[in-house]
């Protein structure tokens, strides 16, 4: 009798002990499978704020290029003669009947 209650025992100990390894073996492949999703935003959200980032690099050089260029003497003289309608005294305009 006390063999078979061993046993008994015994079986429930490893059934127990088996039930836990199968409870945490799927524990960690929920939690590795959520942590790859959580990846794969963060990856998508780098390459999104990477574009972005060039994309205002870009932008600035613009700026630069712009900030060169109006201060040079040919954009105050096209601005003089598109706002102000400046002309150099030795220059004929012709102005359409339209």
Excluded: H, P, W
């Excluded at 061993?6 to 939690?31: D, E, P, Q, S, W």
């Excluded at 050089?61 to 003089?80: C, N, R, S, W």
Aim: net charge positive.
């Amino acid at each position: 009798m006390r063999n078979r209650n061993k046993r008994k025992k015994k079986r429930t100990g490893l059934g127990i002990t088996a039930l836990m390894v199968f409870l945490i073996c799927g524990i960690v492949i929920y939690k590795r499978q959520e942590l790859s999703k959580s990846n794969a935003r963060t990856e998508a959200q780098i390459k999104e704020l990477q574009e972005e980032l060039e994309d205002a690099e870009e932008e600035a050089k613009d700026i630069k290029k712009k900030k060169a260029y109006v201060q040079t003497q040919e954009f105050i003289e096209e601005m003089a003669r598109q706002k102000l309608g400046l002309v150099y005294k030795d220059e004929i305009i012709f102005k359409s009947e339209d």
